[in-house]
């Protein structure tokens, strides 16, 4: 009946509208741990796309709350929000690299943050700018500019565990 027929293509619809915020999930983790392995001087191969895939619920979990916590200080008079965006911009690094759980990735994050916040602000700042120009050029551009941004992001990350790692020397 063609009422039936059309709660099958809705259903086929929300299903491949899940499948594909999953696929986009794994595959943003896989760029996250090739350009980990790129900032660390370590040989990528095409299979470190897929290594990071049983942090799958940890790295949704981790998003979600980084998220909150932004989203939370953006409602306490916004100053609170960026601040925190700062603080725990490097979670899903962390996550990812450490292959640490969530709670432990924010700690983290917050810690590699310390007296380096205004600086990784800057550099967010720069990054948006630069993902941004990428949209403006009809979104092809930002399949160049986003995994260079990560890559950047990836170096400032691997400078903040030196900085910290020289601190506690």
Known sequence: SPQYVGIQNQSIAVLSSVLSAIAQVILGMGLLRVVLKISAGTPIAFDDVFLSTHMFFPYIGASILYGLIV???????VVPGILWLGTYAFTQYVLIDKETGVFASLAEAKR?????????LLFLGATAIVNFAGIMFFFIGILITVPISALATAYVYRALQ???AAQEV
Not at 112 to 118: E, I, K, P, Q, T
Request: avoid cysteine; aromatic fraction near 6%; charged fraction near 25%.
């Open 162 to 164: 030196r900085r910290l």
């Open 71 to 77: 989203f939370g200080g953006l409602l306490l008079l």
């Open 112 to 120: 590699l943050s310390r007296g380096a916040r205004r600086h990784i």
